[in-house]
């Protein structure tokens, strides 16, 4: 990918991060979540967590991703150029590097999804559980 493509795909996911954070208020964080828009979020790496209203785990999972996707990109790059230049390793270390960090991207990326969907499933846990459970009962055979 060519860097102005990759600044501009950067401008607008950081744009589109910052629109949601602004959005993202403290009334929304209260309110239960839904799994399946914590799923569509996630689609995009780190949003998921942001619609739960989990910030600095948004921002976990995406330095994490960038940083794999810059060693990927990195180690293909000494790969692909191996020939031209002197690196300290051999070429077949730098393409097990290049896979290696792939994977972790994938799994990353995953994981961020399997995690937005579960935080929001267990978003109304610790109200319910605050409650009284003989009030909830009580209130099921006044129905």
């Not at 964080?29 to 979020?41: G, R, V």
């Not at 690196?87 to 972790?104: F, G, T, V």
């Not at 969907?117 to 109200?127: K, T």
């Amino acid at each position: 990918m060519r860097p102005g493509r990759l600044n501009f795909f950067c401008k607008l996911f950081l744009s589109f991060v910052v629109i949601n954070i602004v959005l993202a208020n403290e009334e929304r964080s209260m309110e239960n979540k839904d799994p399946k828009k914590a799923f569509y979020y996630s689609l995009i790496p780190g949003m998921g967590q942001i619609y739960n209203g989990k910030l600095i785990k948004s921002a976990i999972f995406v330095g994490l991703e960038i940083s794999a996707y810059v060693a990927w990109k990195d180690n293909s790059g000494k790969y692909n150029n191996y020939d031209n230049n002197n690196y300290p390793l051999k070429k077949h270390r730098y393409l097990e590097k290049r896979n290696k960090y792939a994977w972790w991207i994938g799994i990353l990326y995953f994981y961020a999804m399997i995690d937005a969907v579960v935080d929001s499933h267990l978003n109304s846990f610790d109200s319910l559980m605050e409650s009284s459970l003989k009030q909830k009962k009580q209130e099921e055979e006044s129905k």
